[in-house]
């Protein structure tokens, strides 16, 4: 497949795409929706690269892949990553975009700014608020209806129920996004990573997208699949920064003309990325939180100013949220309006915190370990799963089974969760609600609250099937009851969030026992890790809290099974609690599979409000990053790798004979494509058809004779920018010279005609194109580009430094780094796929095997045998 910018020259034969060549008589080529005549990868995440066999199952690379450790692509995987195109983060600096900006009236403050960030951070807040609404319905009807089955002593028709409910309602969630929105599948960060990161990924920001994302996620969340909203909040989030921001939409087929100057990929990325972090500060009622996501996960420009307009962002979504929480539950007025109550505003709130003791960090680095290693088995059995079912995918031929296929897979999902949440807590036997009554740490049967003490079981742990009881009180002392409950059913009934908050809870060290954690453990990792790649509208954020805080509420119980139950609150062992211990375990590991550490740090705090164990939680998310980064790449990455969106990291990595690469000790005309194909300001229109016709460049470097008659480097145009320019005849000029300076008329063809994002009918480009090359009437026509010419665009020497230049692509956003040498005459080109570790690889091998080599020879120089002789 073409790359970036191939070189293409009028001599060039030309192979099509059927594989015929051919010099003087060309395939008649038709562009496509983005301007390029190669077609990007479909609008699904079903397709299955045949040479996947290339690599073993556990070859260091691709699913098992160190940090340190460049990603593998099989040729077929490079293919596809070189159909992606790429984006500019700023606009083109041209003389219309000037012109465009003179109009554009900016009060001194911005406050058309600060207005669409408010407006941004409230619609997200009412969307994570009528999202969470919906799941909360739609999970009460399921488990209260199956519980008053179960009560009855209904067991069949409670599974018969259960499991037609969720069925029906995964099945719906599926087809929606298996028939109607593929790219509305999964929780969307990869995509949204990769797009602020630059790639140009299909339908992710459509109405149509977000539609069936928010319905899709309501169902299958509500039905009981064991997934999270958090991940399809974050997309949701970049959905609607990306509509609110540009004033018009495709789908409704509108285009209001407010906020037009907003209309350029700089302020469109930024307002995503607002978004991004408003969902996720909508979710977890974490703004700072938010905020820190999109700065250290999703985004790769920012700015001190960004991070104020964000951070206000997340203000009004969270507030947004937690406004509408308090007047409403289920969507029934409640009478609280104004009123934020803590239990609804803070996801884990956690009432009584515990004395953080230095002893107490031997458990959190154990914890840490977990949470890496743990983190990193689920990261490779995901990838596992998700590779195994494209495999099987890929060999159904005819399209309708597949498409049943996708369908009936979830489905199994809810059939066995189901089954599972109904009978397994069937072999646990009932337990009664136990206290622990002063200073001997005496556990008390059957009660439900002494004074005496706090140490207790929940009141609204699940019955099950076990006895009813009653309740009575005890000479006004204490509360008693003759009640049980049933510990697994507490944890496999209704949402993860639900199963979170028991475990988080604090005083609560007899709650569950050894076999009901070590069995709900692998179950949830599992079943977790299997959801969370079908074709549904999913996220895994809040199930990485569940999985997490199991480990972590194990090991809490044996420090209370060696050390026993500390009730005295001045002891020095009163840090000895499960409670505690869950909630270390649940930041290890989600810090062991995001390998994020700032983010998951302020989340844990702004979910639980427990600032106590702040230390102890920094402490364990460190060290699950440390450990997972000696096994995997981090989990959205990895996607992004495995879905071949071309992804730069923050800083290039690349090992050599188990030593990292220096890249300070290499040049940019190293790694550049060269030669490079360039055009002159005054172009022929035949000669600009067929190079959009006949190549797949995404840019190319304009050049202009200097005084010596010599071209030289004078800005950049992109393929779209001029498929654009090209369709409007009026700009034409008929001349049998080249006249580089002659001023073109910027109101003939203005930026809002350039702020294209697609072309409408690409067929009748095409047609148009294919006209200005064959026609004899438009051989003598040329176009003045001045005016459209990118003249801020970049360009360094070719013995710039490769990791300056790296690190100069990816923080200003960069598509294209043209090369020059010392007389400014273009040599070469840089683009992301050439700074990707894979590329880098195969363009440095060379030069790294010379240096060894080299290396080898001084040593045997140097040493004392050489010496002797």
């Known amino acids: 497949m073409a790359s970036e910018n191939e070189v293409v020259t009028p001599e060039t034969i030309v192979i099509g795409e059927n594989g015929s060549s051919g010099n003087n008589l060309r395939k008649r080529k038709t562009l496509g929706i983005y301007g390029s005549n190669v077609d990007p990868p479909k609008d699904d995440d079903v397709f299955y690269v045949t040479d996947d066999h290339t690599y073993g199952a556990f070859a260091q690379g691709r699913d098992y892949e160190p940090i340190y450790i460049t990603h593998k692509y099989t040729a077929k995987e490079k293919e596809t990553l070189a159909t992606f195109e790429s984006l500019d983060y700023l606009p083109s600096n041209s003389e219309v975009y000037k012109q465009w900006l003179k109009r554009k009236r900016v009060s001194r403050l911005q406050m058309d700014r600060w207005f669409m960030m408010g407006l941004i951070g409230f619609c997200v807040g009412l969307v994570g608020f009528l999202l969470h609404q919906l799941i909360e319905i739609i999970s009460d009807v399921k488990w209260e209806t199956t519980s008053d089955l179960l009560a009855d002593n209904k067991q069949g028709l409670a599974w018969l129920f259960a499991v037609g409910f969720s069925v029906v309602f995964i099945v719906c969630s599926a087809a929606i996004v298996v028939f109607w929105r593929p790219s509305a599948a999964g929780s969307g960060i990869p995509e949204v990573t990769g797009f602020l990161n630059g790639t140009n990924v299909r339908h992710i920001f459509s109405l149509q997208t977000m539609f069936v994302k928010f319905l899709s996620c309501v169902m299958a969340i509500g039905c009981g699949m064991p997934v999270g909203p958090e991940g399809p909040m974050i997309h949701l989030g970049g959905l609607v920064g990306a509509g609110l921001s540009q004033t018009k939409s495709e789908t409704l087929r509108i285009k209001i003309p407010m906020f037009e100057r907003f209309r350029n990929s700089e302020d469109r990325r930024n307002f995503i990325s607002a978004g991004a972090a408003a969902g996720v500060a909508s979710a977890f009622g974490a703004p700072v939180g938010g905020l820190l996501f999109s700065m250290e996960e999703v985004s790769s420009y920012w700015t001190t100013t960004l991070s104020w307009q964000i951070f206000f962002c997340c203000m009004i979504s969270a507030f947004t949220t937690d406004l509408f929480n308090s007047a ?17 505003y803070i996801l884990f709130n956690i009432n009584k915190g515990v004395d953080v003791n230095i002893l107490m960090f031997i458990p959190t680095v154990i914890i840490g370990i977990l949470g890496g290693t743990l983190g990193a088995l689920f990261t490779i059995i995901n990838l596992k799963i998700t590779r195994g079912r494209k495999k099987l995918l890929a060999r159904i031929k005819r399209n309708w089974i597949q498409k049943s296929v996708r369908l009936f897979e979830p489905a199994v999902i809810m059939v066995i969760v189901s089954t599972v949440s109904l009978f397994l807590p069937a072999a646990f036997p009932c337990s009664s609600y136990r206290c622990i009554e002063g200073d001997d740490r005496k556990v008390v049967e059957n009660c439900v609250n002494s004074t005496t003490s706090s140490f207790q079981v929940e009141s609204d742990v699940m019955q099950y099937t076990c006895p009813k009881g009653v309740d009575w009180n005890n000479n006004g002392t204490s509360y008693h009851t003759n009640r049980t409950y049933n510990e697994l059913a507490s944890l496999l009934y209704g949402t993860t969030e639900t199963a979170v ?48 805080s199991l480990y972590g509420r194990i090991i809490g119980l044996v420090m209370v099974s060696a050390f026993g139950v500390q009730t005295d609150k001045d002891s020095y062992w009163v840090w000895m609690d499960p409670g505690a211990f869950a909630l270390i375990g649940a930041a290890s590991f989600f810090g062991g599979v995001s390998r994020l550490t700032l983010a998951v740090t302020v989340i844990m705090m702004e979910l639980t409000n427990d600032v106590q164990v702040l230390l102890p939680v920094m402490v364990a998310v460190m060290v699950g990053k440390w450990s997972g980064d000696f096994f995997t790449h981090p989990i959205f990455h990895a996607h992004l790798e495995l879905k071949c969106i071309p992804f730069l990291d923050p800083e290039p990595r690349l090992v050599a004979e188990g030593k990292s690469v220096q890249f300070e000790l290499y040049q940019t005309q190293d790694v550049m494509t060269s030669p490079v194909r360039t055009i002159n300001i005054c172009e022929p229109i035949s000669v600009l058809s067929d190079l959009l016709l006949h190549s797949s460049n995404g840019g190319f470097p304009v050049v202009k004779n200097n005084s010596h008659g010599e071209p030289v480097f004078y800005g950049m145009i992109t393929r779209l920018e001029l498929t654009v320019l090209l369709m409007h005849e009026k700009i034409f000029i008929e001349t049998e010279e080249e006249i580089d300076d002659r001023e073109a008329d910027v109101t003939l063809v203005g930026y809002e005609k350039l702020m294209v994002d697609k072309l409408v009918n690409p067929q009748e480009v095409s047609h148009l194109l294919n006209q200005y090359i064959d026609e004899d009437r438009y051989k003598n026509l040329k176009i003045n580009l001045k005016p459209y010419i990118n003249t801020s665009a970049f360009s360094i020497p070719k013995s710039f430094s490769l990791q300056r230049a790296y690190i100069l692509f990816r923080t200003m956003g960069l598509r294209h780094l043209t090369v020059v040498d010392d007389e400014n005459h273009v040599v070469g080109i840089i683009t992301r796929k050439d700074l990707m570790g894979f590329n880098l690889n195969e363009k440095l091998s060379g030069l790294l095997f010379e240096e060894l080599e080299k290396n080898s020879r001084v040593a045997e120089m140097t040493s004392p045998a050489a010496a002797a002789i």
Do not use: N
């Not at 969507?331 to 104004?338: A, E, I, M, P």
């Open 501 to 548: 908050r028991h475990l988080f809870s604090r005083t609560t060290h007899l709650q569950f026992g050894y076999a009901t954690l070590f069995t709900a453990l692998p179950y949830f990792f599992f079943m977790v890790c299997w959801s969370s790649g079908t074709s549904v509208s999913s996220g895994i954020l809040v199930p990485m809290l569940l999985i997490g």
């Open 328 to 344: 409403f539950r289920g969507f029934t007025y409640s009478g609280d309006f104004g009123q934020f109550k803590t239990e609804r």
